[in-house]
């Protein structure tokens, strides 16, 4: 039982290239999240889906876009990376959206 | 939308101490209110959480309170043993939304 697997876990882009991180969770759970995660800091919302066929905007949504493909997987796509989307990316999932989140190993992205 | 802050921001007790981090909130529509604990590197993961409807709950050596009048809460670790260093977020939670402090980096001294 794998849990929430997240790939790649490391990409270094340039600045203008686009990229998609992928998700996938097993746990049969109908909600979605993606996070970054910067020094020092806490986890903030990018996006999330509360069930499969939903999908609404997080606290930093801009310059990311996302697409959940079916119940299991959950993608996340930068257009056009830029410098200030360097963080490392945490995909999660819930039963519902009150309950325990369920993280992944994380998603560590540099862009030059 | 909503705003967590959570102090302090690092802590540092002896073996043996107890350990107490807060967290204040901002709307009083949030009415779901995990821990997570995340060690360097690794991942975050749930240690304790509660709902708004309950003032407290505890699970071994962790307790969390709630007061919605005040909008905050607090998590309690007593008999602090190295292995709970790491660093800890608290969040408020609303419709799928969860907004996170910035941590509490806590140190146990053997």
């Known amino acids: 039982n794998a849990g929430v697997t997240q790939t790649p876990k490391f990409q270094v882009l340039k600045t203008g290239q686009s990229m998609t991180l992928q998700c996938a969770q097993d746990?049969?759970?109908?909600?979605m999240y993606w996070y970054r995660q910067d020094p020092g800091m806490g986890l903030r919302l990018i996006y999330y889906?509360?069930?499969?066929?939903?999908?609404d905007k997080g606290e930093v949504p801009n310059g990311y876009n996302v697409s959940r493909l079916n119940k299991r997987e959950f993608s996340l796509r930068l257009e056009s990376a830029a410098p200030s989307q360097t963080s490392v990316y945490f995909c999660?999932?819930?039963?519902?959206?009150?309950?325990?989140?369920?993280f992944g190993d994380g998603t560590r992205l540099s862009i030059l | 939308g909503e705003n967590v802050e959570q102090h302090p921001s690092t802590l540092s007790v002896q073996e043996g101490d107890s350990a107490v981090i807060k967290c204040t909130y901002s709307?009083?529509?949030?009415?779901?209110f995990p821990w997570y604990k995340q060690e360097l590197g690794k991942r975050p993961q749930l240690i304790i959480d509660?709902?708004?409807?309950?003032g407290e709950k505890k699970d071994q050596r962790i307790a969390v309170t709630l007061n919605k009048t005040a909008k905050h809460f607090s998590l309690h670790i007593t008999e602090t043993q190295p292995e709970d260093s790491a660093v800890y977020f608290c969040?408020?939670?609303?419709?799928?939304?969860?907004?996170f402090g910035d941590g509490t980096t806590l140190t146990v001294k053997p």
């Open positions: 999660a999932s819930s039963e519902a959206p009150h309950q325990p989140q369920h």
């Open positions: 889906s509360a069930s499969e066929g939903t999908t």
């Open positions: 709307d009083s529509a949030s009415n779901y």
């Open positions: 509660i709902r708004s409807n309950v």
């Open positions: 969040a408020a939670c609303y419709a799928g939304k969860s907004t």
């Open positions: 746990m049969n759970h109908n909600s």
